[in-house]
């Protein structure tokens, strides 16, 4: 998806236990002030422990049920998804994986938001996919992941983490919110496309897709009523290591780590710190409060990202159940804010 992302530096040498520099995917580049969805170099910050929890939001605690998203439910949408293949813009696969997303939302609200973008290889149609389930309370809460791969790769790249698991995740939450009226925000999934650049990830090649809905939602006054943008991206890793994203609003990013507390996964959160550019980064632009939940540490030295061995052997059913869990514990700590 994102060109490459930001690479860590190694920890500390003199540890025993050698940890390796993650080079973060997904074109995503990191800059003093924001970063890219591919992995560009970004001075990432090492934290060797689990940050201490920030204090908690007002009622994070709760008598209702725990999430539970269905892990193998979500690894069966990675399945038909990769079984697709490629699916860059323009692309067979792209129209496949389209037609795909849709048929999974039949009785949703669904608005397409289809344009043509501009790229260094000449236009492409992109197509922002936007289910929407609304709620009793009066603001919208946004999660989005993108479902394009890279252009061009060899077909037989199937992205299955980058762009795979995000595309399936959304796909599980919609079954859990299909039918329901939720007791607070409206919430929104937005599967994202034209993520990855096309020849080499810049500001001006990369993000599509997100900078197109960004403006929209700015020119129509929808982007005052987001009260949360959550981006997840390759969350599917075996190994699941979410890194904290710096560019994040503090807050929403200390919401996230709170949610993964409460659920008692906090082992799988925040161990390194990162500045990433990816899909959050035209709405933090535009005042949206916005966090990217995403384990950019993609085999030893992300060496799987952006390659033909990005496969479902490297993925499992646990990683997108947790991924799943704390978006859906995040969504209700946000709902409880004052």
């Known amino acids: 998806m994102k060109p490459r992302r930001i690479p860590l530096p190694l920890l500390a040498l003199c540890l025993l236990v050698?940890?390796?520099?993650?080079?973060?995917?997904?074109?995503?580049?990191?800059?003093?002030s924001e970063a890219?969805?591919?992995?560009?170099?970004?001075a990432a910050t090492n934290a060797m422990a689990a940050p201490a929890a920030s204090?908690?939001?007002?009622?994070s605690t709760s008598t209702a049920p725990k999430p539970d998203i269905n892990g193998t439910h979500a690894m069966q949408y990675v399945k038909e998804i990769v079984a697709i293949g490629s699916r860059p813009p323009g692309s067979p696969g792209h129209a496949k994986v389209e037609q795909y997303i849709l048929s999974k939302l039949k009785g949703v609200d669904v608005e397409q938001d289809k344009f043509t973008a501009q790229t260094p290889i000449g236009k492409f149609p992109i197509n922002n996919i936007i289910a929407k389930f609304p709620g009793r309370k009066d603001g919208i809460i946004v999660v989005a992941g993108h479902y394009d791969t890279n252009y061009p790769l060899p077909k037989a790249y199937v992205g299955a983490n980058d762009g795979g698991s995000s595309t399936a995740l959304l796909l599980a939450l919609a079954d859990q919110f299909r039918g329901k009226?939720?007791?607070?925000?409206?919430v929104w999934?937005?599967?994202?496309?034209?993520?990855?650049?096309?020849?080499?990830w810049t500001d001006s090649d990369s993000l599509y897709g997100t900078k197109h809905l960004a403006q929209k939602w700015?020119?129509?006054?929808?982007?005052?009523?987001?009260?949360?943008?959550?981006?997840?991206?390759?969350?599917?890793?075996?190994?699941?290591?979410?890194?904290?994203?710096?560019?994040?609003?503090?807050?929403?990013?200390e919401l996230v780590y709170q949610?993964?507390?409460?659920?008692?996964?906090?082992?799988?959160?925040?161990q390194f710190k990162a500045g990433i550019e990816d899909d959050h980064l035209p709405f933090l632009r535009i005042g949206v409060p916005a966090v990217d939940i995403i384990d950019l540490d993609y085999g030893y030295n992300n060496v799987f990202h952006h390659t033909?061995?990005?496969?479902?052997?490297?993925?499992?059913?646990?990683?997108?159940?947790?991924?799943?869990?704390v978006v859906l514990e995040a969504i209700r700590l946000v709902n409880a804010r004052q």
């Open 18 to 32: 050698p940890v390796a520099a993650i080079t973060l995917g997904c074109n995503k580049q990191q800059t003093p």
């Open 36 to 42: 890219s969805a591919e992995v560009k170099p970004a």
């Open 55 to 59: 204090p908690a939001p007002a009622n």
């Open 181 to 186: 009226e939720l007791d607070g925000y409206s």
């Open 189 to 200: 999934l937005v599967w994202t496309d034209g993520e990855e650049a096309f020849v080499k």
């Open 218 to 253: 700015q020119q129509d006054g929808t982007a005052k009523k987001v009260k949360a943008f959550i981006l997840v991206d390759m969350i599917g890793d075996a190994d699941l290591d979410i890194q904290e994203e710096t560019n994040s609003t503090p807050w929403l990013s």
């Open 259 to 270: 949610a993964a507390t409460n659920l008692g996964y906090q082992s799988h959160f925040y």
């Open 308 to 325: 033909v061995q990005d496969t479902l052997d490297k993925l499992s059913p646990q990683s997108l159940a947790i991924s799943g869990d």
